[in-house]
């Protein structure tokens, strides 16, 4: 039932999305074809302001102080470690990169309008929408060189752990490093798709609003099989509302394979196409209107 | 007539909880900017000349109105190939220098990596900023950064510059200095907007000013226009005795003797020989007979005053 209720969602979902781009092929038509440039400048100029904040560059030295210290737990059997490793490391990737998301892109429009950095973009030739992307396209920058950063150290740590441990005959560690690879790569997809949702959050809220609506966001998202479990045991309003929010909130942890990876269970393929199908839909959906609504929005 | 800037009826009022009826901060402005010509808008605080530039820039829009640059509107990409726009405060983005910043701003206008650089030298020159190119936004000083944010503004060579209060916070060194550059671009045939609290200075540059009150245009001209003719004539004297002096300001049509200069209101030729006579007679000597002008801050304050009243 949830399964075929979701592809009508994902059909609808499509549907909207090719509507919506017709109708605002004045705005994506022009900013494809003019913008590309100014697009990747503002990428540029987000990614390049970033690098010299000092909290990021904190941020990363802490984790990846985490998780060279996952070489600690020295223990354990040599399955268990690697088990460990795995999942406290594929863990803190993913926390620290859904805080990191929520901080950057959190913070991005509502400061740009606040500080009035945005006046003298505007008076440019740039549009609205394009400056809009731009900041996006820098946060996805950002957040994919934290990971491939976080990710490397991992895969380093599991790599020295494999030449430390001396297997035994019942227990080997196996660093499963390909499977490691893949749901680090899902962590980040789970990323774009809360950092485009914060964007459209950010483009109509101010900065406080858009940190607690980005926080929900991860929450509710990071629990949708509880409230589908909640919405069969609720009756009325409470039920409509349960529901509405399963839909409206991206599944966030149809993205996360810790589990699989660190039991060394078999990675679902088409369960990870289908939740990177419906995270494009929700990023796509969620530009779009940002990108509507920032345009219109008095800055 | 030629026009560069046109600004019809235009209405800006802003709802809030608190002001359901609405706050309007522009009442039907309508002005019209000629190509070559710099205008400034002039009021206190609250007046509405912050907000004007801001739909005039696209950033907020008007309740009614209508704006046009070169007869098209601010959303076309075009029309913003041709202005460059100098914010109040220098709201650039403080982690980087003053090279990296012009950089940026050029390369929003697509310009080639070639021509970017060459630009970025030859603004930071004009600005004066060439020995300070390294150096970091947050690190300079209010005058280096108000500089940055003017040559920012100038990187497409724009036809059209909106200046919101281009010397504000600036000492008056640095005021100095703006001025120069703002009459310097003036110079160089471009049409200028500007918003500005120093009246000294707008007198300098401006060549038609627009009074705003409370959203409302009130008053508009040139400042001889504003001024009007005058009407007082100011005599200067030295060495006038105080009996004469005393005697003087009986005589018709003197408002007073201060400081050895004799003021006169509307004093016809025979009135004013009369008077000239009165001072030779009373041992002074006559070193100036002027009929000044009023400055555009008596101008702005006795505008201001009318409407009041």
């Not at chain 1, 560690?173 to 950010?202: E, G, K, Q, R």
């Not at chain 1, 369960?271 to 929700?282: D, H």
């Not at chain 2, 914010?87 to 003053?98: K, N, W």
């Not at chain 2, 550059?181 to 000294?200: D, M, Q, V, Y």
Request: glycine content about 8%; proline content about 4%; charged content about 20%.
């Amino acid at each position: 039932m949830s399964a075929q209720v979701s592809k009508l969602i994902l059909m609808a979902g499509l549907i909207i999305v090719v509507a919506v781009l017709v109708l605002t092929r004045r705005i994506w038509g022009t900013a494809l074809t003019h913008g590309l440039p100014s697009i990747w400048r503002i990428a540029k100029m987000t990614v390049a302001e970033a690098r010299r904040k000092r909290v990021l560059q904190a941020v990363v030295v802490l984790v990846i102080l985490i998780l060279t210290s996952l070489t600690f737990f020295t223990y354990l059997n040599p399955e268990e470690q690697a088990r460990m490793i795995i999942d406290s490391g594929l863990t803190t990737i993913a926390a620290f990169g859904m805080l990191l998301a929520i901080f950057i892109a959190a913070f991005m429009i509502p400061h740009e309008i606040e500080a009035r950095t945005l006046y003298p973009i505007l008076a440019k030739p740039v549009r609205r929408a394009e400056f809009l992307l731009g900041k996006y396209l820098g946060a996805l920058i950002i957040l994919g060189v934290v990971v491939a950063i976080m990710t490397v150290v991992l895969v380093g740590v599991l790599l020295l752990q494999d030449s430390m441990v001396e297997d035994l005959a019942n227990s080997k560690f196996d660093p499963n490093l390909l499977p490691v690879l893949f749901a680090a790569a899902m962590s980040y997809c789970a990323l774009a798709v809360l950092t485009a949702l914060i964007m459209l959050i950010s483009s109509v809220a101010s900065t406080t609003m858009t940190v607690i609506g980005a926080v929900l966001l991860w929450v509710v998202g990071s629990m949708q099989s509880m409230l589908l479990d909640l919405s069969t045991k609720v009756t009325g309003a409470t039920k409509v509302l349960t529901l509405a929010f399963f839909y409206a909130v991206p599944p966030l942890q149809n993205f996360d394979f810790r589990m699989e990876v660190s039991n060394h269970i078999g990675v679902s393929m088409p369960a990870a196409v289908f939740a990177l199908e419906r995270g494009l839909l929700y990023a796509i959906v969620a530009l779009v209107v940002a990108a509507i609504f920032f345009d219109s929005r008095q800055v | 007539m030629e026009t560069v800037l046109q600004i019809d009826g235009l209405t800006k009022i802003y709802h809030s909880l608190f002001t359901p009826a609405g706050v309007k901060a522009v009442d039907n402005l309508t002005l019209a900017i000629r190509p070559g010509e710099t205008y400034s808008m002039v009021g206190p605080n609250g007046s509405g000349k912050t907000t004007t530039l801001k739909m005039v820039l696209g950033l907020i829009f008007p309740t009614s109105g209508t704006i046009s640059i070169f007869g098209k509107d601010i959303s076309d990409l075009s029309v913003r190939e041709r202005i460059g726009f100098l914010p109040e405060d220098a709201y650039l983005y403080d982690v980087f220098t003053g090279e990296e910043l012009l950089d940026f701003y050029a390369g929003l206008f697509g310009y080639p990596r070639k021509r970017r650089k060459a630009l970025v030298d030859e603004l930071l020159t004009l600005v004066g900023m060439q020995a300070n190119r390294k150096v970091p936004f947050r690190e300079c000083s209010k005058g280096m950064r108000q500089r940055l944010a003017l040559a920012q503004a100038l990187v497409n060579d724009p036809e059209v510059l909106i200046l919101d209060e281009p010397t504000s916070g600036l000492d008056p060194a640095g005021r100095h200095q703006m001025t120069r550059l703002i009459l310097e671009l003036k110079r160089r045939g471009k049409t200028i907007l500007l918003c500005s609290h120093f009246l000294a200075e707008v007198e300098e540059v401006c060549d038609r000013v627009g009074i705003l009150y409370r959203g409302a245009l009130v008053g508009e001209g040139t400042l001889a226009e504003l001024a009007g003719e005058p009407t007082e004539t100011v005599v200067a004297t030295a060495g006038l005795e105080s009996a004469a002096a005393a005697r003087i300001a009986q005589m018709p049509q003197v408002l007073n003797v201060e400081d050895g200069a004799v003021r006169l209101s509307k004093a016809t030729g025979d009135q004013l020989w009369s008077v000239l006579q009165a001072v030779h007679d009373g041992g002074g000597r006559i070193l100036e007979v002027a009929k000044p002008r009023l400055s555009l801050q008596e101008v702005f304050v006795r505008t201001i005053g009318e409407v009041q009243e």
